[in-house]
């Protein structure tokens, strides 16, 4: 797929991971691992290797439990928060098996703050 | 029984997902991904093993191919890698209650395994890294 690597791409691809993960996991009932995978596989062949990379990593936070992002509204604000992370952080630890995870989990726990702050 | 099988989870998902991106030649995210599938697909229907065990096993399986997503430059073999799987298992059962539900917990589990491996191979002067700090000095 022809689709340039920009720092706007990869926030709007972010999102759409998140929230493709979250409902793969939540509302069709896949589990975190198997909508982790397929989201991953999907952006590997379909996308160029910075954005998927961005992609699987933003799976990540799609993985979330229930307590942690609760509605398909907050996993959406989680992949914008893990997308800008991610374009941030492009240079930091790269080539660290573990990294993505890491920014990943970052991000959640700051979406988690976010959603502790309006509820 | 349980923790070796964990262990040994830990080892299929790390050197599976490292031997995709780097032997295979598909890259660091098909790789995890592919690994990552197959480990959600294949542990929980084992039929000689219990499905919550398999649950877990997937799990430390997924935490492995995070790990093997690890550059050349830094794990230039399989052995290497075989060491972090066995680091991802260890810390997996170690820190399986800890954050529970925050994703990326996998994640960040895999990048303390490599980075713990990266830290022994320096002080102890293994391979690559090692002799590039024998190289500086």
């Known amino acids: 797929m022809n689709i340039k690597v ?6 709007i691809l972010s999102i759409m991971s998140v929230a493709i993960t979250w409902l793969l996991n939540h509302e069709v009932g896949y589990g975190a691992v198997v909508s982790n ?3 991953g596989v999907i952006g590997a062949i379909l996308l160029p290797g910075p954005l998927a990379g961005a992609v699987f990593t933003s799976s990540f936070v799609g993985m979330s439990g229930l307590n942690v992002i609760p509605s398909l509204t907050w996993a959406v604000v989680g992949g914008a928060v893990v997308g800008v992370v991610i374009v941030l952080t492009k240079e930091i630890y790269v080539g660290i098996g573990g990294k993505g995870g890491t920014t990943a989990a970052t991000s959640a726990l700051i979406t988690k703050a976010i959603i502790s702050i309006f509820n | 029984m349980d923790n070796i099988a964990i262990l ?3 080892i299929i998902g790390s050197v599976g997902s490292y031997w995709i991106s780097l032997y295979l030649n598909k890259g660091a995210t098909m790789g ?4 990552t599938l197959l480990s959600g697909l294949v542990f929980p229907n084992l039929p000689f ?9 997937a799990v430390v399986s997924t935490t492995g ?3 093997g997503m690890i550059s050349k430059k830094n794990v230039p073999n399989i052995v290497e890698m075989v060491v972090i799987g066995v680091f991802v298992g260890t810390i997996s059962i170690l820190a399986m209650t800890t954050y529970s539900g925050v994703g990326g917990k996998l994640g960040t589990m895999a990048a303390i395994s490599c980075l713990a ?3 022994i191979k320096k002080v102890f002067k293994i391979g ?3 002799k590039k700090e024998e190289e500086k000095a």
């Open chain 1, 6 to 11: 920009n720092n706007r791409n990869m926030v």
């Open chain 1, 37 to 39: 995978g397929v989201v």
């Open chain 2, 8 to 10: 040994i989870a830990g």
């Open chain 2, 32 to 35: 995890a991904a592919l690994m």
């Open chain 2, 49 to 57: 093993i219990e499905p919550a065990l398999g649950a877990t096993l």
């Open chain 2, 65 to 67: 191919a995070y790990a």
């Open chain 2, 117 to 119: 491996w990266l830290g």
């Open chain 2, 128 to 130: 690559a890294v090692g």
